[in-house]
C-alpha cells in the first residue's frame, strides 16, 4: 500500500499569499496518478486536479500542480477568501488507492 | 447535469447490516465505474472501493478494512450502485459518499455526492 504523507498539516495564511502544499509518497506513483481535492467544512470534497497537474473542469488557474515519482505539490498563486479548506491527496495508480491526511488551510 | 445521490444511511447495531444507494443522473452510467468513499466523523476521506463498468468485467476491489463485509454491485438499467454492509462495526461510523471514476476502469473521481451518515452504536 502506498502511504501518502502531507505536509504542513496546518498552513495559516492570509487573502492574497501564496500556498504550497506537499504530498510525498511512500513509493513512485504510477503514472503520475496523483489527485487533489477540496473539502470545506460540511460539504462534500471536490476534484482539483488529476494527473498530477491538470485542473479540473471549471476550476480556476490560480490552482496548480506539480512533481512526479514520490513527491508532488499543490500551490496556490493568490488565496482568495473561498479557498481556505482542507485539502488532500490521492494517488490512483496502485490498489488500494490511497489519500493523504489532508492539509488544512486557515486563515492567519 | 452530473448527480450522484446517496441514501440509505441511518443508526444500526453492531453485527448488523445496511445497505446504501447510490442514484446517478446526468451522464452514461454503465460507462463508468463508480467507487465508495468514507469519512469518519473529524477525520480524513478513506477510499472504501470501486465496481468497474460492464466493458471492464464489472469487478470490484475493496479496501482491507471491509474486504468480506461489504459488496459493491450496480444496476446499469436503473443507474444506481449499491454498497451491502454486513457484521458491521463501530469503527464503520462514517459519511459514505458515492463518487463516479474517470473512466469505466477506474482512477481519479470526479463527481462526489454529498453524502450519507452511518452510525453504528
Known amino acids: 500500500e502506498i502511504v501518502l504523507t502531507q505536509s504542513p498539516g496546518t498552513l495559516s495564511l492570509s487573502p492574497g499569499e501564496r500556498a504550497t502544499l506537499s504530498c510525498r509518497a511512500s513509493?513512485?506513483?504510477?503514472?503520475?496518478?496523483l489527485a487533489w481535492y477540496q473539502q470545506k467544512h460540511g460539504q462534500a470534497p471536490r476534484l482539483l486536479m488529476y494527473g498530477a497537474s491538470s485542473r479540473a473542469t471549471g476550476i480556476p488557474d490560480r490552482f496548480s500542480g506539480s512533481g512526479s515519482g514520490t513527491e508532488f505539490t499543490l500551490t496556490i498563486s493568490r488565496l482568495e477568501p473561498e479557498d481556505f479548506a482542507v485539502y488532500y491527496c490521492?494517488?490512483?495508480?496502485?490498489?488500494?488507492?490511497?489519500f493523504g491526511p489532508g492539509t488544512k488551510v486557515d486563515i492567519k | 447535469e452530473v448527480q450522484v445521490v446517496e441514501s440509505g444511511g441511518g443508526l444500526v447495531q453492531p453485527g448488523r447490516s445496511l445497505r446504501l444507494s447510490c442514484t446517478a443522473s446526468?451522464?452514461?452510467?454503465?460507462?463508468?465505474?463508480m467507487s465508495w468513499v468514507r469519512q469518519a466523523p473529524g477525520k480524513g476521506l478513506e477510499w472504501v472501493g470501486f465496481?468497474?463498468?460492464?466493458?471492464?468485467?464489472?469487478?470490484?476491489d475493496y479496501a482491507a478494512s471491509v474486504k468480506g463485509r461489504f459488496t459493491i454491485s450496480r444496476d446499469d438499467s436503473k443507474s444506481i450502485a449499491y454498497l451491502q454492509m454486513n457484521s458491521l462495526k463501530t469503527e464503520d461510523t462514517a459519511v459514505y459518499y458515492c463518487?463516479?471514476?474517470?473512466?469505466?476502469?477506474?482512477?481519479?473521481?470526479?463527481?462526489w455526492g454529498q453524502g450519507t451518515l452511518v452510525t453504528v452504536s
Open positions: 465496481i468497474r463498468s460492464k466493458a471492464f468485467g464489472g469487478t470490484t
Open positions: 490521492q494517488q490512483y495508480g496502485s490498489s488500494p488507492e490511497t
Open positions: 513509493q513512485s506513483v504510477s503514472s503520475n496518478s
Open positions: 446526468g451522464f452514461n452510467f454503465g460507462a463508468y465505474a
Open positions: 463518487t463516479r471514476g474517470m473512466d469505466g476502469y477506474t482512477g481519479y473521481d470526479d463527481y
